[in-house]
């Protein structure tokens, strides 16, 4: 079976092509997704219901529209607004799903833009289990590291085939994504070149990934040229 995987960092929903204004666009994301094909999506920076009332069920709502289901994976609550963290959306079934946590760095307050961070698993019904994992990790090097640690443990701990996404804040030649590769194929290795995917407008570096297990065919993959979110979607094209 041939499966069309997606991560896509949607930055809240905001429309980067009004990067001066904080238009929430649903329909665009969701639009993103069918276009390019996405049967298994994950999404980072994805907003939950929370007491402000842009702060809805994002993944809900993009899922909706697209006739797919979903899974919600809130890594934090920011107060006084709502809930976020990572999602996956699919056509699908989900037989389970689950959150976890990425434990913070002793030195959490420090640096640029600290974040509690999460690992989305998710065990899909393709015809056979995939059990895909979908992440964010930090921007800085203690909460890279710890995000890296939690998802070599996750990714030990399932049986083949699996796959790993998401928005890891790293360039490709970071040795942190060495531990990553050990275990697991980058489906960018199938571009001949690495593409670029942020920002979206004028990208400058790849810090976003689809790593699929050996027994996986990688078919093709690609990050088009796409300004919805202010990170390009990559995709990858795969064979079970």
Known sequence: MKIKLMSFNIQHARNYNFPNE?????????DVISAQGGD????????????HPEYTDQAKEIAEILGYNYFFAPALSFPGLGLYGNAIVTRFPIISAEVIPIPDPPDKTAGNGFETRCILKAVIDTGTPLTVFVSHFGLNPSEAENAASAAVKALADVPSPKV??????LIPDSPVLDRIRILMA???????????????????????????????????????????????????????
């Open 22 to 30: 904080d238009r929430i666009d649903i329909r665009l994301m969701a």
């Open 40 to 51: 298994i999506v994950g999404l980072n920076e994805v907003r939950g219901k929370g007491e």
């Open 186 to 240: 980058d489906t960018a290795d199938m571009l001949g070149r690495q593409k670029l995917s942020f920002p979206s407008d004028n990208p400058t570096r790849k810090i976003d990934y689809i790593f699929v297990s050996d027994d996986i065919k990688v078919i093709e993959a690609d990050i088009p040229e796409i300004i919805a979110s202010d990170h390009r979607p990559h995709t990858a094209l795969i064979e079970l």
């Open 164 to 169: 790993l996404m998401g928005d890891f804040n």
